[in-house]
C-alpha cells in the first residue's frame, strides 16, 4: 500500500489556504454542519428545576432575565419569582444559570461563566432572596466565585475563590475565611485537583451537617505533582491578543502514570468557634478520597476511599466533632473497583445504597448506617447504571440494562421487591426525578427515533407530554438507514450498528468508515437517537460500522475486565476481527476499509493499524493516547496500574513502540491545547512514525482542547476526516 511521505500542518483553520482550498473547506463544513452542530439536535426537555415540594418548579425564561414558577401536573403559571428589571439592591441584565436553595426561599444566580476544564468553572454569583426580591453579591471580596453550596438551614454559602474556602453568612452579609492557604498548582481546598474533576467526575468536596454547623472538606497537597506545560496562540477563534508577537504558556498539575499524586487530607471547620479539625483516617494506603457524604446526623460524615491500585475502596463513618474514625464498608476486586461503586452511592436518612459489581454485574445493595448489609435491592443478569433515588415509603428508583445492554429501563423497586418499569424496556430511557421521587421527566429514544418527553408520577401514570420532537421527526425523517447487527470475535458475539448509504443495494461493493471508541466500560452501540458524522458519511456513499468490543460495557463484568493490565490487546482482536467480518459480506469492497477514533478511539484506532496484516487501508486517529506513560494517574493505574508494575503491559499497549509496522495512510488531528491527552502524545507518536521512515498527515487545531470545538472546528474535523477516507480508502 502506499505510504504518505509527507506532514501537513494545518497551524490555523485558514493558514495558508487558497481561495478554491477555503472554498472548499467552506463546502466540507457547510455539508457536514447538519450533522454534528447543537443547533441540529432535537429539542431537550424543557428546563424543570423542582421546588422542594415537588408540586412546582422554577424555570429561566428564554431571554434569561426572569424566573418564572409553574405548577408541576398543570404546566401552569404560577408567577415570576426573579426579574432582573425589579430586584432590590443589586441588579444584572441577564443571568446563565441558577441553583434552588434546599428550603426553597432563595437562589443562587450566575453569570459571566468561565470554563476551567471540562467540568469545572468560575462564575460570577449573587444570592436572590425571593420573598423580599433582594439580589445581592455573593462575595464582595472575590469577583468570581466556584462551587456554591447552601447550608441545610439556608443561612450561609459555601464557596471557593483563589483555592480558599469562605463561608457567606447571609443573615449578616458576612465573609469569614475558612482557609487562607491556597496557592495556585500548590494547595486547592474544598475545590478538586485535575484528576479528580476528570477521572472521578468531582468538582466539590464541601460537605455540610445536616445541622449547618459543620463544613467538612478535602484539601489537595498538589506541591510536589509535576507540573505540565503548553503553549498558547494569538489563534483566530476567540483570539488571545496578548500572545501575537510571543506564544504564551499555560500550567497545571498533571501526575502521568506512576508519578506523584496531590496528597489529600480532611477536615471539619466547625462554624461557630471558627476552629478546624484535621481528621486522620486509620489506613495508611488510602491515596484517594472520591468523595465525602454527611449521613443524617451531623455526627456521621461518609468518607469514600480508594487504595493506589483502585482495587480496594473503603468507606469510612467519620465523627467530625469527636474525630472518631470507623470502618462502614470494605469491597475489594482482582481487577479495578467499578467507578459506578463510588460515583452512584444514594444516603438515606437510615442507609446508604450501593452499586456494586462484586456478583458480576452491577446491583444495588442496601446497608444500614452502622455497615450491616440490610438488603441485595436489585439481582440479575443485567446491570443498574444508576440509582435515582428513594421515595418516603422506601422504594427504589433506578436505571438498569435489564432488557439487554443496547437499552435503558427507568424502573422501581419497592420495599418487598416488586419491580414497576416506568419507561418503555424497548428504547433508551432516562429520567430526572423532583427531590422526594414523587414524580419524574422521562426521556425515551431508539436507533430511529428521536427523544420525546413525559411528566409521570411515581406509579408510572401520565401527568402530561412535555414534547415530541414532530418537527424534528419530519425534517430528519429520510436520513440513511441505520440498524444493528452482531459480528463474532473470537467466540463473542459483539454488538454492533451499520449505517447504509441512500439507496443501498446488497449487489454493490462499497467501502466501510469503521468508527469506535472501545474504552473500557464505554458504550458506543445504544438504542437511543444518534445524528452525527455517520449519516454525512453514509450520505457519500460510505457503510459507517460500529462494534463495542471486549472490555465495553453493559456485557457484566468479565466481558469488562478481561482487559486488565493489558489495555489494548482484546480491543484490538476484536476491531480487526469485525473488520474482517465486513470485508467478507458480499456487499463490501474488502480493499477499501478505513478506521478511525477519537481519544481511546484514536488510541485503538493507532493499536490496530499497528497489527501486520491488518485489513485497513487507511485511518484517522483523533486526540490519541500513544502510550499509557503519558496519560494521568487514574485512568491509566486503574485499568494497567503504574509502570513499573506492570511494564511488558504497558511497551504492549504502546502504539508508540509499534509505528514500523504502520502500513497504510494515516491522518492525525489534535488541539494544541488538549489538557487531558496532551499534544506530546501525537508528537512523539509522530517522531517514532519519523524514525521508522513512515511518515504521515496531520492537522492540528491551535488553542483547541481535547473536544475541538467552537469556530466551525467540529465541522472541520469530521469534513476533513471523511474527506481523507475520499482521498485514501
Not at 33 to 43: D, F, K, L, S, T
Not at 252 to 260: F, I, M, S
Not at 488 to 499: A, H, R, T, V
Not at 588 to 607: A, D, F, H, K, Q
Request: proline share 5%; net charge negative; aromatic share 12%.
Amino acid at each position: 500500500m502506499k505510504i504518505r511521505t509527507d506532514i501537513l500542518t494545518a497551524l490555523s483553520l485558514s493558514a495558508l489556504a487558497l481561495p478554491a482550498a477555503t472554498s472548499a473547506r467552506n463546502a466540507i463544513v457547510n455539508d457536514i454542519a447538519p450533522y454534528v452542530y447543537p443547533a441540529n439536535r432535537p429539542e431537550s426537555a424543557p428546563e424543570m428545576k423542582f421546588m422542594p415540594d415537588g408540586l412546582t418548579y422554577l424555570a429561566a425564561s428564554p431571554d434569561y432575565t426572569r424566573i418564572v414558577k409553574y405548577d408541576v401536573a398543570t404546566g401552569k403559571e404560577i408567577e415570576t419569582v426573579f426579574n432582573s428589571a425589579k430586584t432590590r439592591e443589586a441588579s444584572i441584565n441577564v443571568f446563565e444559570d441558577f441553583s434552588i436553595s434546599p428550603d426553597g426561599t432563595k437562589l443562587l444566580i450566575s453569570l459571566d461563566r468561565n470554563m476551567i476544564y471540562r467540568r469545572s468553572y468560575k462564575a460570577k454569583y449573587y444570592v436572590f432572596e425571593i420573598k423580599r426580591n433582594i439580589l445581592k453579591p455573593l462575595s464582595k471580596e472575590h469577583s468570581y466565585q466556584q462551587i456554591p453550596k447552601f447550608s441545610p438551614d439556608c443561612r450561609s454559602v459555601a464557596f471557593v475563590a483563589d483555592n480558599n474556602i469562605y463561608i457567606k453568612k447571609l443573615d449578616y452579609d458576612t465573609e469569614v475565611a475558612v482557609t487562607t492557604n491556597g496557592v495556585k498548582n500548590s494547595i486547592i481546598n474544598g475545590a478538586t485537583d485535575w484528576t479528580y474533576e476528570e477521572e472521578f467526575t468531582s468538582v466539590s468536596t464541601l460537605a455540610w451537617a445536616p445541622d449547618s454547623e459543620t463544613l467538612s472538606y478535602v484539601s489537595f497537597d498538589e506541591t510536589d505533582v509535576p507540573l505540565y506545560n503548553f503553549a498558547l496562540y494569538q489563534g483566530t477563534c476567540n483570539p488571545m491578543n496578548q500572545y501575537a508577537l510571543y506564544p504564551g504558556d499555560f500550567s497545571y498539575k498533571y501526575p502521568v502514570a506512576g508519578e506523584r499524586n496531590s496528597i489529600v487530607s480532611l477536615h471539619s471547620y466547625d462554624i461557630e468557634t471558627r476552629k478546624t479539625k484535621d481528621i486522620t483516617l486509620t489506613d495508611a494506603n488510602i491515596e484517594y478520597i472520591p468523595r465525602i457524604d454527611y449521613a443524617s446526623t451531623p455526627e456521621q460524615l461518609l468518607v469514600t476511599t480508594l487504595n493506589r491500585d483502585q482495587n480496594r475502596m473503603e468507606i469510612y463513618s467519620v465523627n467530625p466533632k469527636s474525630t472518631v474514625v470507623k470502618s462502614l464498608y470494605v469491597e475489594e476486586s482482582k481487577e479495578w473497583i467499578s467507578p459506578l461503586t463510588y460515583e452512584n452511592l444514594t444516603i438515606t436518612p437510615k442507609s446508604v445504597i450501593i452499586n456494586s459489581s462484586r456478583s458480576g454485574y452491577s446491583h444495588l445493595y442496601e446497608y444500614s448506617l452502622a455497615g450491616a448489609q440490610l438488603r441485595q435491592i436489585t439481582s440479575g443478569d443485567y446491570d443498574v447504571k444508576e440509582c435515582y433515588g428513594v421515595d418516603k415509603l422506601g422504594s427504589v428508583y433506578y436505571q438498569s440494562t435489564v432488557s439487554g445492554p443496547l437499552n435503558r429501563v427507568v424502573s422501581k423497586i419497592d420495599v418487598k421487591g416488586k419491580v414497576t418499569d416506568l419507561s418503555s424496556t424497548s428504547m433508551f430511557a432516562t429520567a430526572q426525578f423532583t427531590p422526594g421521587c414523587e414524580s419524574l421527566i422521562l426521556t425515551e429514544s431508539d436507533i430511529n427515533t428521536p427523544p420525546s418527553y413525559k411528566l409521570l408520577n411515581n406509579t408510572g401514570k401520565k401527568i402530561r407530554d412535555l414534547g415530541n420532537n414532530s418537527d424534528y421527526r419530519s425534517r430528519y425523517a429520510n436520513l440513511p438507514e441505520k440498524k444493528f447487527v452482531t459480528a463474532n470475535s473470537d467466540g463473542n458475539l459483539l454488538n454492533g450498528y451499520l449505517i447504509l448509504p441512500p439507496g443501498f443495494k446488497e449487489t454493490q461493493k462499497y467501502p466501510v468508515i469503521m468508527w469506535q471508541y472501545s474504552g473500557p466500560g464505554s458504550q458506543e452501540v445504544l438504542n437511543r437517537w444518534a445524528l452525527d458524522w455517520g449519516y454525512y458519511a453514509a450520505r457519500e456513499g460510505y457503510i459507517v460500522a460500529c462494534f463495542d468490543g471486549r472490555g465495553t460495557g453493559s456485557r457484566g463484568r468479565e466481558f469488562e475486565t478481561c482487559v486488565y493490565r493489558n489495555l489494548g490487546y482484546y480491543e484490538t482482536i476484536d476491531q480487526i476481527n469485525v473488520a474482517k467480518y465486513m470485508a467478507s459480506l458480499p456487499y463490501v469492497n474488502p480493499e477499501r476499509i478505513g478506521i478511525c477514533g477519537w481519544s481511546y478511539g484514536g488510541y485503538e484506532t493507532l493499536m490496530a493499524i499497528s497489527v501486520p496484516g491488518n485489513p485497513y487501508k487507511a485511518a484517522v486517529a483523533i486526540a490519541p493516547v500513544t502510550d499509557w506513560r503519558y496519560y494521568d494517574t487514574v485512568y491509566a493505574e486503574r485499568y494497567m496500574l503504574t509502570p513499573r508494575a506492570n511494564e511488558d503491559g504497558y511497551n504492549a499497549s504502546a502504539p508508540l513502540l509499534k509505528t514500523r509496522n504502520v502500513d497504510c495512510d494515516l491522518l492525525i488531528m489534535c488541539g494544541t491545547a488538549d489538557d487531558n491527552v496532551h499534544i506530546a502524545n501525537t508528537m512523539e507518536y509522530v517522531s517514532h512514525l519519523q524514525a521508522d521512515g513512515v511518515l504521515c498527515d496531520m492537522l492540528m487545531f491551535p488553542n483547541m482542547n481535547h473536544s475541538i470545538n467552537g469556530c466551525d472546528a467540529r465541522a472541520v474535523v469530521y469534513g476533513k476526516m471523511v474527506d481523507y477516507f475520499k482521498k485514501n480508502l
